[in-house]
């Protein structure tokens, strides 16, 4: 058995641990003196109000890896396999996650901090406004540390200029154009948002001062700081950055792409065996397009039938309103269909909203979030609505938003397992709704069935793809001809889609290796439990994890077999 000792071990480190450590974005660390103390506040509870400051220069990014290093080792010395279930779990999590943290500093990744959708730049813009007066006022201290963090971007990107470690050209030409909204001195500016509506509980005075200063910090801080972030990259950083595709070409490519495949599967796979995975997976779901083309009528070839799809205009919105409409439709729908899906529901709701106009040209068809579910209205012409059922439930519920909500509430575990995130849980299971709704009922016509396998077809694709470029020399010209003849997708989406591969490394893989391990603990536990088997509670056991690591889902899921489907 354990000893008192021991047990306080794992408590200490869990206790210790801040709650919002695990966001990629977010690298304050405060262990009131048992580390380097490298932040100034603490975050308020909601993501959409964190206040952090974040020190991003290598001084702090080695004080962190020390850090994670004594935390690995302290976590190392206890013996887990003696520990409860729920600590194992918390073990393991806590392990995992430090890991892939602790070698992203090794690899120096903080030397290339943006790809071809997210940026540094664009973290401190808010979706809403805020709930009170001392938020505000937070906000516009982190408005005002801009600069100084800006100044530590900067320096650390002309170090990986140095070496060679930078992002692709390809996948960031023209993303400095994302910076200059920033540049207006006025309410236009992003930064300035939630100024535009303030809450009726802050007093008029009070309203009115917020909003000067926020008017004052938006001029005398914020556009000076952009101003000289758009000359950087413009000028110094755009001409630099490398003109190779794969992860291979940089430093200890193969060795970081081992690390960033871990990372984002939390699997041990070799790129041969990620490779060889979606070839079949492609071969499989071919099939299943061709039998779906012939129940929708179509006679002619699949090249043909992908042709038909991308041009007719039945299959695309006139309007945004018509777009964000239907997918607000495929959500309603979907909530109707819960009862029966999933037993435990979260109390917080979202709502479906266009993606921001300065990021819309360059980012991706959606993104869930906890307040609301983005949906892309950019080029319409490039969003087909036989796909928006498959991406809405993905994204919305019981997808992403709603993933996110029951482990936020989640009230048994401790702070940092209700803001982990691992991307083969999360994305295995967004790409899991889409096939469940084949079981939801809620694709209504053979196309909408056909751009759920288009669909999941892209991300099979992208196992071949990623590891095409990455480990095996595919050019950028090959990864969109590939994906252009398997998934139905409209060229402005491929084109977007392979350039966030190649700037991404590793990251495309979580999706369909996570599905299919859902997928196969399904069809295990559907077929030892017979009669036994309740979708609800299946569902219920993965979503009551939070997100974790793909072996401990391994671990929970044979608890749940072996306890009868409990």
Known sequence: MRTVGERADLEWLVARHPTFVFERRIVAIDLSGTAPSLTAYRAEPRPSTLIHRWFVDPASQQARLAYWTRALAALDSIPVHELSPDERINAEVFRVSIRALANDIRFRTYEAPLNSDTFFWTEFTPRQGFAGADVYRNYLARLRDVPRYFDEHVANMRAGMARGFTVPRVSVAGRDRTIEPYLAA?????????????????????????RREGEAVIRDVIVPAYTRLLAFIRNEYLPATRTTTGASALPDGAAYY????????????????????????????RAEMEATKARAGFTGSMAEFFRFLRTDPQFYAKTPRELLSYSAYVAKKADWKL??????????????RPVPEALAPIYTGGRGGLESCLMN???LPARPLYTLAALTLHECTPGHSFQAALALEAPDRPPFRRATSFSAFQEGWGLYTEWLGTIMDIYETPYEDFGRLTYEM????????????????????????????????????????????IAWPGQALAYKLGELQIRRHRREAEARLGAAFDQRRFHDAILALGSVPLGVLEERMARFVADGGR
């Open 339 to 352: 009862a029966e899906t999933i037993g435990t529901i979260p109390r917080r709701r979202h709502g479906i």
């Open 258 to 285: 081992e690390a960033m495949i871990e990372k984002f599967t939390t699997l041990r796979l070799s790129p041969r065996e990620i490779h060889d995975v979606g070839l079949r997976e492609v071969a499989r779901i």
């Open 377 to 379: 209205t950019y080029n």
């Open 186 to 210: 006025d309410s236009t500016n992003p930064l300035f948002t939630p100024f535009a509506q303030m809450p009726a509980t802050i007093h008029a005075s009070e309203r009115d001062a917020l």
């Open 458 to 501: 892209w991300r099979a694709c992208r196992l071949v793809i990623d590891t095409g470029l990455h480990q095996f020399g595919w050019t950028r010209e090959q990864a969109m001809a590939y994906l252009r003849e398997n998934a139905a997708l409209a060229e402005h989406e491929i084109t977007t889609e392979v350039e966030r591969y």
